[in-house]
C-alpha cells in the first residue's frame, strides 16, 4: 500500500506535518504543534518548463497559478493571496488561449527566464598540502577524475594551502606559477587586489558574461576554462607535495585554512562572476595558523570541547565562529557556495567552519581518511548528473514564499541564509531564519530539503483552503535563469477538536519528527549547546500532543490509547532524546557538527532514518524481516543489518560468528549457510549504491569490539540494572528503556492537576 504522504511528496516536493489545519489562533494553541512543511525546492524532476515570463500579482508579486480565478469578461484574473484583480495580458483573454500554468495538473512549473546567459560556472579548488604523502597523493587522484566530470566550459581556480597560501595563476602556461601570500594575518579586499594585480570589482558592470567580467578585473589569470588550462592544471596537481614546513617534535603542523579560504572568497568576491559556482575545500587536520585558527600548535593543549565550548572557556571558538561566519556571509553575497571536505581522526575545526556551509548551501562531509570509500565515493557521487546529464547542481538560489490572508510564516531551518525581505506574510514570531520572506540559498540539489513554519492569525472567515506559494530563482547548469513556481492549497480544519484530527490520515508523523528534530538542533545551536532545554521542550511536546489527541480515563495510566495516526510519533521523540543529535556523550564536537548539519538538509526519508535506524534480521526461520530496534532483537543465531543512514551495520550472532570462523560457509554441503550470509550483504549494497554521502559499512561479530555501532542505537530494554536478564543482549547502559519512557510519558499525560 502506498503512503499517501510519500505520494504527494513525490509530486510537489512537499510533506505537511498536518494536512488540515485551523485557522484561528486559538485553535492553532491547542494544536500542540505549529504548522509545517518540508520542502524540496528542485525534488519534482519531470515539470513543465515555459519560455517566457511569468505573470505576476501587481500588489503582491504572487505568480500566476491554478488556484486563480480568471474572469473572461471582465479580462481578470484574481490573486488567491491578497485578492487583488490583475489584467490579463493579451494572449490570455480567451478560454481557447488557456494558459499552461492555469491547468490543475501544473501546481509546479517552470519558466525559462528571457535573460542573457550567465555563462560558465566556477569551481574553485581549495587543498591542504599539510598531509603525509600517501593522504595527499590519494586526494590528488580524486580531485584529477573529479575534473573528467566537469563541463569543459566551467571556469576553474586552484589554491593550496600549509604554512601558506599559493594562489596558481592558471592562465600562464609557460611554467608553473603562484602568488605567495603569508598564513599568519588576517587579509582584506584592497590588500589581495593590490598582491594580485586585480581591477576594481566587476560587480559595478552589470551585464557581463563570466569570461568578459573577469578580463575586466584580471581575475582571468587565476579563473580559467577547464578546455584552456586543464594540462597545465593536471600537472599542477601531480606535483604537488607535502608542505615543506619543518615540523618539531611536540607540535602540530602550520595550516592556515582560514587565510586560504578568506583570500579565495574575497577573489571570487573581486571576480564579479555572474554564474557563480562551489568553493570545493579540503582539509586534514587542525587549523593552527592565521585568522580562523582553532588551536594552538602545541600538542600538549588540546582541541576544544563540549564543556569548554559550553562555558565560554575555549579561546579561540568566539573569535573562530565569527571568523568563517563572515566568510559565508561574503560567498553567499556574490553568490558562490562552499563545500568542505575534511578527513581526519581528530579534529580540525568542523564545527567552527560549518556557517560557510550552512550559509551558502554547501556540504560538509567528515571522514578519517582520503583513503576510505566513504571520501572517494561520496565525493564522486558529489559529481552525479541528471537524466538530462547535466551535473546534479543549482547556482544562486533564492527562495520567497508568500502566504494567503490568515497565514504567515515564522522561519525556515535549512542551509540557506535570510535576505531580510519583508512582506505582510512574514510573522513576529521566528523559528530558525525568520522576520523575512525571502533566503539566498546559493546551492541546490533535487535533494536539499528546507522546513518552513507557519502560524495562522485568521477569523474564521477564511473560506476552506489556505495558499502557499514557494517562488525558486536559480541558475542552472546550461547557464539560463529558472524561476520555479510550486503553489499548494492546505485545507482549513473547520472543527478544532481532537477527534476532527484522527483516523483520519490528518498527521504525518514522519514529517512533524522531522519538524521537532530540526526546531530542537537549531535551539542547541542558538542556545550555547543547552542540551536540559532541549530535552524538556521535546518532552513537553510529546506530552501535549498525546494529553490532546489521545483517549484515557484520568489518573489511569492503563486506559490511555494512541490512534494509529499519532502512535509512533512518541517512540521517534524517545530515539531522537537519544540520538547524537541531541545528546554529546562519547562524539567530538566536529562530528556532532557535522551530524546535525546533514540532519538539517536531507530529505524526510532520510532524517526518519537518521532519527530511528531500521534494523532487519536474518535467520533460519524464514525470509529477512524487519524488526524492533530493541536489545531483544540480538540473538546468537540471527543476522542483522542496521541502517542508521552513515552506518550499514551487519551484526553477526555469536552462533553464526563461531560457523563463519569455522568456514562452515565455504563447504558445498552447507551452500543454505552460504546463501544466508550473502542476503544481508546483497541488502546491504543495495542501501549504499546511490546514497550520499557514502555510509560506512561494518561487518561485526556479537561481543565484538565493533558491535558498538549497533547496541548504541538498540533500546535498551535488557540492561544489567533491569532485574531478571531476558532474551536479547544485555546492554551496560543507565539510559532509560522505552517501556520506561512510555511508563512515564502515560502517568504524565493522565495525571489530572
Known sequence: MTD?????????GIRWNWTKYPSTKEAESSMVLPLGL??????????????????LCKSCRAVLNPYCRLDYASRLWVCPFCLTRNPLPPQYQTPDQYPAELYPQFTTIEYQLQRPSFGAHVFFYCIDTCLPQDELDTLKDSILQSLQLLPEDSLIGLITYGSNVSVWELGFTELHKSIIFGGQRDYNLQEVREFLSLQPTAASLPG??????????????????????????????????????????????????????????????????????????FTGGAITK??????SPELSESMRHHNEIKSDQAPFWTAACNFYKGIGERLAEAGFSCDIFAACLDQIGIAEMASCCNLTGGFLFLSDSFKTPMFKLSFQRFFQTTKENHLNMAFNATIEVQTSRGTKVTGVIGPCSSLNKPSPSVSETEIGSGKTCAWQATALNNKTTYAFYFEVCGTGQEGTERYIQFITSYQHMQGDCRLRVTTIA??????????????????????AAVLVARVAVDMLTKNNNNITEA???IDRTVINLVK????????????????????????????????????????SVDEVSFLRSCLLRESCGNDILMIQPTLHAYSFNGPASAVLLDST???VDNILLLDTFFDVVIHYGSTMAAWIQQKYHERPEYEYFRQLLNAPKTDAERLMVDRFPHPRFTECYQNGSQARRLLNRLNPSVSYNSGQPGAGAVMLTDDASLQTFMAHLKRLVVTTS
Open 4 to 12: 499517501p504522504f510519500v505520494e504527494r511528496e513525490e509530486k510537489e
Open 38 to 55: 518540508l520542502f524540496s525546492p528542485l525534488k519534482v524532476q519531470d515539470v513543465t518548463v515555459l519560455p517566457y515570463q511569468p505573470q
Open 208 to 281: 557581463l558574461p563570466n569570461q568578459q567580467a573577469g578580463q575586466n578585473t584580471g581575475t582571468s589569470r587565476f579563473l580559467v576554462p577547464l578546455s584552456e588550462c586543464e594540462l597545465n592544471l593536471t600537472s599542477i596537481i601531480d606535483e604537488l607535495c607535502p608542505d615543506p614546513w619543518p615540523v618539531k617534535m611536540g607540535m602540530r603542523p602550520h595550516r592556515c585554512t582560514g587565510s586560504a579560504l578568506q583570500i579565495a572568497s574575497i577573489l571570487l568576491q573581486i571576480s564579479g562572476l555572474k554564474g557563480s559556482g562551489r568553493l570545493l575545500t
Open 290 to 295: 592565521g585568522p580562523g585558527m582553532v588551536v
Open 490 to 511: 492546505h485545507p482549513i480544519a473547520p472543527n478544532p477538536e481532537p477527534g476532527y484530527f484522527v483516523n483520519q490520515a490528518a498527521f504525518d508523523q514522519d514529517a
Open 535 to 537: 530535552l524538556r521542550w
Open 548 to 587: 490532546r489527541f489521545g483517549t484515557y480515563q484520568p489518573n489511569d495510566p492503563s486506559s490511555l490509547r494512541l490512534s494509529q495516526d499519532f502512535s509512533l510519533f512518541p517512540g521517534f521523540m524517545y530515539h531522537l532524546r537519544r540520538s547524537e543529535y541531541i545528546q554529546v556523550f562519547n562524539s
Open 633 to 635: 532483537s540480538v540473538s
